[in-house]
């Protein structure tokens, strides 16, 4: 079969060219439309569920929101975890769902769920989901400036001109405003005209309520005409608001104006948002749709602001850009780019160099630019996305070596015939032949890695998604090189058959071959020396382990700081605000910030939940080569020691993407994660505190912190049911008045064009910021008295629960910690201890860690799996290829001895053993056992035509020698850039390159010397 395929190749040869010129157009079509991202989507299908009850404690929505929520939405398909916060006025309820399912079908389940709960929820609640999108997917943030508008007209500009403007964009899933303040018609009445007058605050909210409508009164005939009927009452400004009559005392109309300032404000804040040195912005957040080209979209995004700067928005209002993923798209496939192009030269310099040949190398060169094209195309075909991973995991020597096989035999085939003076038919016919049989070898080769990275395959969850992409992409474009090795290769070197395919003099190689067969003489005759000395250095790579450090994945550095600040719970909006303003001057201190953003509390829409005491701060990175820091962890230090000035706060440092993904998959902001389960919020607390403690103590731990649950400060009216029901008063009465009277209540909407903002009614200012206000309020009874609610309820202040945090149907509070110097397995392991020993939890409780050290475990314990079984299929492989036992057992009883130059590897650049170097070690198992199938064919081959034992040895090894280094070299070149590379996003493919290249040190010189010497081994214990 492969001889037909070869032979058709050769006598079509225009065919195979013209095959791949296409192959170049439809390549370079998929390049244009493949999805590249930063770093891949890791997140699970998920909904969010966010209901806002505003005014009410967490108590009540844990209760009356959140608990019937989560009770409907059990036993959803695919459910695998189920999360709610419930905090001040806001329910957040996470589901995740596992990898088989669907985001549309998860949605429309969620959808049905929601139908059936919403009765039993509180009037006014109204659960909505989420945004269809991931921790990824906050690609843009802008401001808006406008130096001569109120902050509540640019909020109204952003909320109801920017926002839809931007959500027109395809790929666009929501854009989410924060800061600023939301619109609002206030109506403050004041209690002593209320009392002046007999009324009441129901009767403003009725009057107001009751005079702002349109109506139709249907057509009328007029002559010849129809004339529609309409009745104007809508309200058209704050004056007209207090014109509006709430009652008639003496014959005279008592008018809203009389009881009552009305003025236009922001809505009580959730949240205020600051830049650099401006106090107050309006921000806006632009999310991307699950799935889609971050890139493509953001082209959308920006020309939409161009149309909106130009022509949209009013002169002088302007959205200027605070947070852009094209950067950081940029900067990494910048990196990517640079790596391979480096790669690239250095293995055309070794072909070069071993070659000497310029054309055959181009030949080979060749092979690298069509395989990538081939897999571009599946991938876009497979719907795989392209990131810094995937692409930069990709090595050219590997890709190549097949063909540098083929090139290196052919060309010492046409030196040989060019002696013996051979004709040009002759010549393409021994080509033939030589392409047939390496093609097999070459194709068990190919095969053999690919196999070797079946382990990646079965990943689930996170780890799935960060190394699938990677896994496709590698293994297309080897299935690519593959056939272009045996179709196109020999095509193009058919047209070079003659002097510029002989062998020049080369004494580089000559002298390596000279030395090599010296030293493989030597090793025959002492094969014992090396047998020890490889087992022992094996054991002792194999002991180092212990000092080598375990994570999940290195940090990628995305150029920024996303730092999140605790403040003490009770904190109110406005002492946070000045706290806010002195963290931000101070930060604003270091030269290497460009910008500052800072987001205290929460947006209003709900789909972040957080209170007062959260302050989140971006900080926008300049260039690293302007810095006097030496990395960012040392920068990170210096901004630890100047806000250390500030007692009771709790940092946690991270950077944006990292701290959405981290927050989305464990619900906890950290690299580790401790979760407590249990009911009693109090014992968990204490509990939280105690390991707190803990984990402070040990080495490298840095952003320690507890979830705060506790400690909100609470005016609880606690309603005497007793004097109540002597006034004949409802309870329902009482809340009503409380609810309208100090929350405020919207009694309708004032149009302004295309416009709706809330009109609301509550008592003035001085009439309820403080108990002994409140307690005046009064309550109408049934007989017309007015009774103050100290007369009906005791008002007392107490903590209660700030958030309560519920997971898989448990309350549980977390605490997160990040390292700084130290790896996560040793960390984990010792802190384990130590919660063990001190940490005693009652019956009901437990301690579960998670984050990303729970994900590491995952994949490690998935790959001591499936790894043998990788491996018994590679020797099922081998066995296939050689039809001998022995041969195969030769070349797997080589693998572990490759694993030495990775572990050594590691150890000298003080890389921890990740999920990435795990993936390393897989590819690295095949490139080894590729290696020395290329030997053994060779050996194989020479006793076939029988050569003695020891000079098929020696003259196969040497014979080999040139292809084994060459294709080993260029997979170590291949990978240095990627090794060396200190640019943005070369942390993520740094472990892998270490891994390959150290081990391939060791592999091929193993492979050189070992190999014949066990082969030898056992074909004299065979011969006996």
Partial sequence: MIHKIIAFCLQQRLLIIG???????????????LPVQAFPDVQNVFVQVVTQYPGQAPEEVEKLISLPIEKEMNGLPHLINMRSVSIFGLSVVTLTFDDDADDYFSRQQVVE???????????????????????????????IEAPNYPLVEQRALQDWVIERTLRSVQGVADVVAFGGGVKQYQIEVDPDKLRDYKLTLPDVYQAVAANNANTGGGYIEHGYEALVVRGAGLLKSADEIGDIVVASRDGAPVLVKHIANVAVGPQPRNGIVGYNERDDVVEGVVLLIKGRDALVVLQGVKEKIEDLNGHILPPGVKIIPIYDRTELVEHTKKTVVHNMMEGAALILAILVIFLRRALASSVVIAVIPLSLLFAF??????????????????????????????????????????SQKASVAHMRQSMLMTAVDLARPILFSKAIIIIAFLPIFTFQRVEEKIFSPMAFTLSFALLGSLIISLTLVPVLLSYLIGPRLIESHNPLVEGMERHYRSALESVLRHPRRLFIGAGLTLALSLGSTSLIGTEFMPKLDEGNIWLTITLPTPVSLAKAKVLEQDIRGRLREFTEAKSILTQLGRPEDGTDPKGFNNLEILIDLKPKDTWHY???DELVEAMQKRLAVFPGLQFNFSQVIQDNVEEAISGVKGEIAIKIFGEDLKVLQEKANQITRILRSIEGATDVAAEQQSGLAQMVIAIDRAKIARYGIDVDDVESV????????????????????????????????????????????PDGSRIPLA??????????????????NMRRIAIKCNLIGRDQGSFVAEAQEKVAEQVVLEPGYRIVWSGQFENQQRAMKRLAFIVPVSLVLIFILLFWAFQSLKSASLIVMNVPFAMIGGLVALLLTGIHLSVSAAVGFIALFGIAVQNGVILLTQINH??????????????GSVSRLRPVVMTALMAILGLIPAALSTSVGSETAKPFAVVIIGGLITATLLTLTMLPALYRHFEEQHET
Avoid at 121 to 138: I, S
Avoid at 791 to 808: C, M, T
Avoid at 948 to 954: D, G, R, S, V
């Fill in 377 to 418: 195309i599946l991938i876009d075909a497979e719907h795989v996305s392209a990131n810094l991973i995937s692409l930069g995991a990709i090595d050219f020597g590997i890709i190549v070596d097949s063909a540098v096989v083929l090139v290196e035999a052919i060309m010492v085939k046409v030196t040989l015939e060019m």
């Fill in 630 to 632: 030496k990395d960012k």
């Fill in 113 to 143: 769920r929601l139908r059936a709960v919403s009765s039993s929820l509180p009037d006014g609640t109204q659960p909505v989901m989420g945004p269809l999108t991931t921790g990824v997917g906050e690609i843009y943030r802008y401001r």
């Fill in 942 to 955: 020479l006793r076939r035509e029988g050569t003695p034992l020891q000079e098929a040895i020696l003259q």
């Fill in 791 to 808: 007369e009906l309820a005791e008002i007392k202040i107490n903590q209660g629960a700030s958030r309560i945090s519920r997971e898989d």
């Fill in 738 to 781: 409380i609810a309208m009277a100090v929350g405020g209540k919207t009694a309708t909407q004032m149009l302004e064009g295309e416009r709706r903002f809330d009109i609301t009614v509550r008592l003035t200012g001085t009439a309820r910021d403080s108990v002994g206000a409140i307690e005046d309020i009064t309550v109408l009874s």
């Fill in 19 to 33: 095959a791949s010129v296409l192959l170049v157009v439809i390549g370079a079509i998929s390049v244009e439309r």
